[in-house]
């Protein structure tokens, strides 16, 4: 089991560096750099840049370096720690993506447990109530939901909330709150955004996870020892929730792994819609401009939860299931 | 329909206004105290301040405001009343770039030793008074005794010296020279004494002079607080690259770029600055100003400006933008408000509780068409260098149509050219080749033997080869719709277009290159100011694809003198020299009148750029309760951009 697991390390170790150069040169392939973005956005509004100001500026942000030297800059960098500093935000990469990463993982976990909490128990009722009008309702809801792009959902319920219930749109505070110190009412301001944010992006989880469960549900409902079971005389309830179901699960926990990544990407569409202060719109934002260091950390520390992520989703199905083991 | 209607006589009432209200109306501010006193007959016996700085002065944290203001402060007449303290402007931003509507505003207000006016005569701002020598060589600057930066340390000549000095003309900060103060230009930088500056060129430089003087924090200083920038100096600090390690950087010149950071977002808080409202706090969600004690403006009763307390500008997405208007969270907005949204905006104004002000537009043309004339393949480039070419092409769009469409007709169907408000416009270089005359465009390209058609009708080169004219673009603004009717237009007379949209690095990038196709983007520099400080926009002199050059080999020869790229012909060349000659004139003189006309008469005929629509206005966006905010024409010359007066300092909350 140990020398698995070292394996495992051992090769996530390969998959960063390898990332890493693939993200640095997919980053950079856009002509020109962040300078060419910028200088355009002035001229674009009539600010005559002139040829040596750009001069300067390429040299204040080591852009006049080779590529393979910046990469080497930002490499050695990373590994004392030091992710380097956004060109359009003036502010080390680690202090900006702190600042979001608060919000993400609380507004992702929040969303993973209204996505499992929602799938679960309807996948089960769909199952043991297979072809109902109730299976059926769901099934269609399921599809709906997923067909309908994420973006123009938030885009709806954020007009009907304005709209109906004279919320302040976008953002997870409203205005007054914002910078304010933590108290009973932010909190309650907070709750009061996370409705919208929670079910755009649970819902477009919540369909396929329904109809994983109900069809791994389906098959082991239809196995021997179910029958076996009650035929023993086992509870309706009971039974369903000692075996079946938690054979079921195993695909679910299987595909945790990815769920980690998706956390912190925070459905980017979504975040940009909503204003969200996440990660997702900041990633966007960086690699629009060709921010190199903002970008290309944010996408090694996806990658790294990314491999975490599936290692740690492997070793919890060896704990549920007693079926699997690794090596002898 | 109605809207359109709406939006279309609102807009024709104000040009109207406009074209017969052309010059300023009232005087609106006296360079010192002095002045308003001599002129106006009334004292300003004593100054005060905002309550919130009154408090701190109790304290001793602050000295009194006597003290805090220069011996001789500018004095503002508000606009439309003395203002009431107290209160924070909200604004939107789409991120930390500082072309947002607030934030803006707060980096470029009066951050300049001298202003212009839209006859570019000058008016002190910082400097208390500015010397243009009659030969145009040497600048004396005369700054205001007790000013200071915000942080109270005073402003003095030192600030510009270490600027110049220190700064630009350092080979580690700034590589390559500015020319404006290249050896064979500058001459000498003097210090007279603690408040007065000399700058002597070695040529006639008014244009430099007053482009530089009115440099404003978008683009460049004149000056830096050399007592808090000086310890990551290397000249000032033999120990600045420790000092630049210690904080995170390689070298001491990143570590003075970050603290001076003149071009982004500067994240240093502490950074003594001289405008209305200092930056106090920029997360990624919001930016945070908040008044500064030691502004050097008061208004005529005395009142230290500004009157708004605080400023706060909300980082959301585009979508998030007009939403948040129309439901009158917003304060102020103007720079990404957009024509289109205009009846959106003006259908929620009761309410939102806010007024739309429709701010007259400045560019020459919206979108100018640009062929290449370095194209490689000689058949092609001898059909773009011919004027006839570009003269049917020119004559085949039908303005009135995109404006109609486009812009609700309200904007003004014109060739690309300078704006009306220039002192030395005629109205024929506007009207030049920009009538819909389709039969024209016809009768044109058959002249240029043009005649053969491909089985799809579209016209051929000589000897069969396909005529197609690849439009290359960022999609942004109005661009797209424009050009789509424009390709309609073009195919009309049997001419095919290709439009290919693209990201603005890679447009960017492909405009420096000789393979470029025609290129669309907006006409600029049509100001007065702008077409006197750089009159190779419109001479044809530029070699950089970013600034829409005509022809780069052109540009490349006559920016190095013929060491490089290919000679133009003769008509360029002279064209080049005269607006050269321009930038030796003093504006308002006749001579300068008679060489700009000129200039222009030969570019109107020489038709390098097709021009569209042009002027289109933009709605601004102010809450009913925010006054003192400037009615153009009326308070303001929109021409001059913002750059006469400062915005922020005179609004105010009405209670």
Same mark, same amino acid.
């Given at each position: 089991?140990?020398?698995?697991?070292?394996?495992?390390?051992?090769?996530?170790?390969?998959?960063?560096?390898?990332?890493?150069?693939?993200?640095?040169?997919?980053?950079?392939?856009?002509?020109?750099?962040?300078?060419?973005?910028?200088?355009?956005?002035?001229?674009?509004?009539?600010?005559?840049? $002139?040829?040596?100001?750009?001069?300067?500026?390429?040299?204040?942000?080591?852009?006049?370096?080779?590529?393979?030297?910046?990469?080497?800059?930002?490499?050695?960098?990373?590994?004392?720690?030091?992710?380097?500093?956004?060109?359009?935000?003036?502010?080390? #990469?680690?202090?900006?993506?702190?600042?979001?990463?608060?919000?993400?993982?609380?507004?992702?976990?929040?969303?993973?447990?209204?996505?499992?909490?929602?799938?679960?128990?309807?996948?089960?009722?769909?199952?043991?109530?297979?072809?109902?009008?109730?299976?059926?309702?769901?099934?269609?809801?399921?599809?709906?939901?997923?067909?309908?792009?994420?973006?123009?959902?938030?885009?709806?319920?954020?007009?009907?909330?304005?709209?109906?219930?004279?919320?302040?749109?976008?953002?997870?505070?409203?205005?007054?709150?914002?910078?304010?110190?933590?108290?009973?009412?932010?909190?309650?301001?907070?709750?009061?955004?996370?409705?919208?944010?929670?079910?755009?992006?649970?819902?477009?989880?919540?369909?396929?996870?329904?109809?994983?469960?109900?069809?791994?549900?389906? $098959?082991?409902?239809?196995?021997?020892?179910?029958?076996?079971?009650?035929?023993?005389?086992?509870?309706?309830?009971?039974?369903?929730?000692?075996?079946? #179901?938690?054979?079921?699960?195993?695909?679910?926990?299987?595909?945790?792994?990815?769920?980690?990544?998706?956390?912190?990407?925070?459905?980017?569409?979504?975040?940009?819609?909503?204003?969200?202060?996440?990660?997702?719109?900041?990633?966007?934002?960086?690699?629009?401009?060709?921010?190199?260091?903002?970008?290309?950390?944010?996408?090694?520390?996806?990658?790294?939860?990314? #491999?975490?992520?599936?290692?740690?989703?492997?070793?919890?199905? #060896?704990?549920?299931?007693?079926?699997?083991?690794?090596?002898? | 329909?109605?809207?359109?209607?709406?939006?279309?006589?609102?807009?024709?009432?104000?040009?109207?206004?406009?074209?017969?209200?052309?010059?300023?109306?009232?005087?609106?501010?006296?360079?010192?105290?002095?002045?308003?006193?001599?002129?106006?007959?009334?004292?300003?016996? !004593? &100054?005060?301040?905002?309550?919130?700085?009154?408090?701190?002065?109790? +304290?001793?944290?602050?000295?009194?405001? +006597?003290?805090?203001?220069?011996?001789?402060?500018?004095?503002?007449?508000? &606009?439309?009343?003395?203002?009431?303290?107290?209160?924070?402007?909200?604004?939107?931003? &789409?991120?930390?770039?500082?072309?947002?509507?607030?934030?803006?505003?707060?980096?470029?207000?009066?951050?300049?030793?001298?202003?212009?006016?839209?006859?570019?005569?000058?008016?002190?701002?910082?400097?208390?008074?500015?010397?243009?020598?009659?030969?145009?060589?040497? =600048?004396?600057?005369?700054?205001?005794?007790?000013?200071?930066?915000?942080?109270?340390?005073?402003?003095?000549?030192?600030?510009?010296?270490?600027?110049?000095?220190?700064?630009?003309?350092?080979? !580690?900060?700034?590589?390559?020279?500015?020319?404006?103060?290249?050896?064979?230009?500058?001459?000498?930088?003097?210090?007279?004494?603690?408040?007065?500056?000399?700058?002597?060129?070695?040529?006639?430089?008014?244009? =430099?002079?007053?482009?530089?003087?009115?440099?404003?924090?978008?683009?460049?200083?004149?000056?830096?607080?050399?007592?808090?920038?000086?310890?990551?100096?290397?000249?000032?600090?033999?120990?600045?690259?420790?000092?630049?390690?210690?904080?995170?950087?390689?070298?001491?010149?990143?570590?003075?770029?970050?603290?001076?950071?003149?071009?982004?977002?500067?994240?240093?808080?502490?950074?003594?600055?001289?405008?209305?409202?200092?930056?106090?706090?920029?997360?990624?969600?919001?930016?945070?100003?908040?008044?500064?004690?030691?502004?050097?403006?008061?208004?005529? +009763?005395?009142?230290?400006?500004?009157?708004?307390?605080?400023?706060?500008?909300?980082?959301?997405?585009? !979508?998030?933008?007009?939403?948040?208007?129309?439901?009158?969270?917003?304060?102020?907005?103007?720079?990404?408000?957009?024509?289109?949204?205009?009846?959106?905006?003006?259908?929620?104004?009761?309410?939102?509780?806010?007024?739309?002000?429709?701010?007259?537009?400045?560019?020459?043309?919206?979108?100018?068409?640009?062929?290449?004339?370095?194209?490689?393949?000689?058949?092609?480039?001898?059909?773009?260098?011919?004027?006839?070419?570009?003269?049917?092409?020119?004559?085949?769009?039908?303005?009135?149509?995109?404006?109609?469409?486009?812009?609700?007709?309200?904007?003004?169907?014109?060739?690309?050219?300078?704006?009306?408000?220039?002192?030395?416009?005629?109205?024929?270089?506007?009207?030049?080749?920009?009538?819909?005359?389709?039969?024209?465009?016809?009768?044109?390209?058959?002249?240029?033997?043009?005649?053969?058609?491909?089985?799809?009708?579209?016209?051929?080169?000589?000897?069969?080869?396909?005529?197609?004219?690849?439009?290359?673009?960022?999609?942004?603004?109005?661009?797209?719709?424009?050009?789509?009717?424009?390709?309609?237009?073009?195919?009309?007379?049997?001419?095919?277009?290709?439009?290919?949209?693209?990201?603005?690095?890679?447009?960017?990038?492909?405009?420096?290159?000789?393979?470029?196709?025609?290129?669309?983007?907006?006409?600029?520099?049509?100001?007065?100011?702008?077409?006197?400080?750089?009159?190779?926009?419109?001479?044809?002199?530029?070699?950089?694809?970013?600034?829409?050059?005509?022809?780069?080999?052109?540009?490349?020869?006559?920016?190095?003198?013929?060491?490089?790229?290919? !000679?133009?012909?003769?008509?360029?060349?002279?064209?080049?020299?005269?607006?050269?000659?321009?930038?030796?004139?003093?504006?308002?003189?006749?001579?300068?009148?008679?060489?700009?006309?000129?200039?222009?008469?030969?570019?109107?005929?020489?038709?390098?750029?097709?021009?569209? =629509?042009?002027?289109?206005?933009?709605?601004?966006?102010?809450?009913?309760?925010?006054?003192?905010?400037?009615?153009?024409?009326?308070?303001?010359?929109?021409?001059?951009?913002?750059?006469?007066?400062? =915005?922020?300092?005179?609004? &105010?909350?009405?209670?």
């Amino acid at each position: 089991m140990l020398s698995y697991v070292i394996q495992r390390l051992l090769f996530m170790g390969v998959v960063l560096v390898l990332v890493s150069v693939v993200a640095f040169v997919i980053i950079q392939l856009p002509p020109g750099d962040y300078l060419t973005s910028y200088v355009m956005q002035l001229q674009e509004r009539g600010h005559k840049v $002139d040829k040596e100001q750009v001069i300067a500026l390429k040299k204040q942000y080591g852009l006049d370096l080779p590529i393979y030297l910046q990469y080497f800059k930002w490499i050695r960098k990373m590994l004392q720690g030091d992710f380097g500093r956004s060109f359009e935000w003036d502010k080390p #990469v680690a202090e900006l993506i702190g600042e979001r990463l608060k919000l993400t993982v609380i507004i992702s976990l929040l969303t993973l447990i209204f996505t499992y909490a929602v799938s679960i128990p309807i996948g089960i009722y769909s199952a043991t109530h297979q072809y109902s009008v109730s299976d059926y309702s769901f099934t269609f809801l399921g599809f709906v939901g997923l067909a309908t792009p994420n973006f123009l959902l938030a885009l709806m319920l954020m007009f009907m909330f304005y709209k109906y219930f004279g919320l302040s749109v976008g953002g997870l505070f409203s205005f007054q709150y914002e910078l304010a110190p933590w108290s009973i009412d932010k909190f309650i301001d907070l709750l009061k955004h996370l409705p919208i944010p929670i079910i755009v992006i649970g819902t477009a989880g919540t369909a396929g996870l329904i109809r994983v469960m109900r069809g791994c549900l389906l $098959d082991e409902l239809s196995k021997q020892y179910v029958i076996t079971a009650r035929a023993k005389g086992v509870g309706e309830r009971v039974l369903l929730f000692k075996y079946p #179901v938690r054979v079921a699960i195993n695909p679910m926990i299987s595909t945790i792994g990815w769920t980690l990544p998706a956390i912190v990407s925070g459905e980017t569409i979504t975040a940009i819609v909503l204003s969200l202060p996440t990660t997702g719109p900041l990633l966007y934002r960086a690699l629009l401009c060709q921010d190199m260091y903002l970008a290309g950390s944010t996408v090694m520390l996806l990658t790294f939860l990314t #491999v975490i992520g599936t290692l740690i989703s492997d070793l919890l199905l #060896v704990w549920i299931d007693p079926r699997i083991r690794y090596g002898k | 329909m109605r809207r359109k209607l709406l939006v279309a006589t609102l807009l024709s009432g104000l040009i109207l206004l406009g074209l017969t209200t052309m010059s300023l109306g009232k005087r609106t501010y006296w360079d010192t105290v002095q002045m308003y006193e001599e002129a106006t007959g009334n004292k300003i016996e !004593e &100054f005060h301040e905002s309550p919130m700085l009154r408090v701190k002065v109790a +304290a001793g944290e602050l000295p009194p405001v +006597a003290e805090r203001i220069p011996e001789q402060p500018l004095v503002v007449d508000p &606009f439309e009343e003395i203002g009431q303290y107290g209160g924070t402007l909200r604004g939107l931003a &789409f991120g930390p770039s500082y072309w947002q509507d607030v934030e803006w505003l707060r980096r470029k207000d009066n951050l300049t030793l001298i202003s212009l006016f839209d006859d570019l005569s000058l008016r002190p701002v910082m400097a208390k008074s500015v010397e243009i020598s009659g030969d145009m060589k040497s =600048v004396t600057i005369h700054l205001r005794k007790g000013l200071k930066w915000s942080d109270g340390v005073p402003f003095t000549a030192d600030d510009i010296m270490f600027y110049i000095v220190d700064v630009e003309m350092n080979d !580690e900060l700034n590589p390559a020279v500015h020319p404006d103060f290249a050896p064979g230009n500058l001459e000498e930088i003097r210090k007279i004494d603690d408040y007065t500056v000399r700058i002597d060129f070695t040529t006639p430089n008014l244009s =430099v002079i007053m482009n530089r003087l009115k440099r404003d924090g978008g683009q460049g200083w004149m000056f830096d607080p050399k007592h808090y920038l000086k310890k990551w100096h290397i000249k000032y600090n033999p120990k600045a690259n420790e000092l630049a390690k210690e904080e995170g950087f390689d070298h001491w010149w990143e570590a003075f770029r970050h603290h001076e950071n003149l071009y982004g977002l500067n994240t240093d808080y502490d950074l003594p600055r001289v405008g209305p409202f200092v930056l106090t706090k920029a997360t990624p969600s919001m930016m945070l100003s908040e008044r500064n004690p030691y502004y050097f403006v008061v208004d005529t +009763a005395g009142n230290q400006l500004p009157y708004i307390d605080n400023l706060v500008s909300h980082i959301v997405s585009p !979508e998030v933008y007009p939403m948040r208007i129309i439901s009158g969270e917003v304060d102020l907005a103007w720079i990404r408000t957009s024509l289109t949204d205009y009846p959106l905006y003006k259908e929620n104004e009761e309410e939102g509780d806010y007024r739309t002000i429709p701010w007259p537009g400045t560019t020459g043309s919206e979108l100018g068409l640009r062929l290449n004339l370095d194209e490689k393949d000689p058949v092609l480039r001898k059909l773009y260098r011919d004027v006839r070419f570009r003269q049917a092409l020119s004559v085949a769009i039908n303005r009135e149509a995109i404006n109609e469409n486009v812009f609700f007709g309200a904007a003004v169907p014109r060739q690309a050219t300078v704006l009306p408000a220039c002192s030395f416009f005629k109205e024929e270089w506007a009207e030049a080749y920009a009538q819909y005359d389709p039969h024209k465009a016809n009768g044109l390209l058959d002249e240029l033997q043009l005649t053969e058609r491909s089985k799809d009708d579209f016209r051929l080169l000589p000897k069969g080869k396909p005529l197609l004219l690849i439009i290359e673009y960022v999609e942004q603004g109005s661009n797209t719709p424009i050009l789509e009717l424009v390709k309609e237009y073009w195919e009309a007379v049997g001419v095919k277009v290709l439009l290919k949209s693209m990201e603005s690095t890679l447009w960017a990038t492909r405009m420096d290159t000789s393979g470029r196709g025609v290129g669309a983007t907006s006409v600029g520099y049509s100001t007065e100011l702008d077409s006197y400080t750089h009159p190779r926009y419109w001479t044809m002199g530029t070699s950089m694809g970013m600034q829409d050059s005509i022809c780069l080999e052109w540009g490349k020869w006559l920016e190095t003198n013929g060491k490089s790229g290919e !000679e133009p012909p003769e008509d360029v060349k002279e064209l080049y020299n005269l607006g050269e000659k321009l930038r030796t004139l003093r504006p308002g003189t006749k001579e300068y009148v008679e060489l700009a006309q000129e200039i222009h008469d030969r570019s109107s005929k020489m038709l390098f750029r097709i021009g569209t =629509v042009g002027m289109a206005p933009r709605p601004n966006i102010v809450k009913n309760n925010l006054r003192n905010f400037p009615v153009p024409f009326k308070d303001v010359s929109p021409y001059c951009g913002w750059e006469p007066i400062s =915005v922020l300092e005179q609004l &105010f909350f009405k209670k």
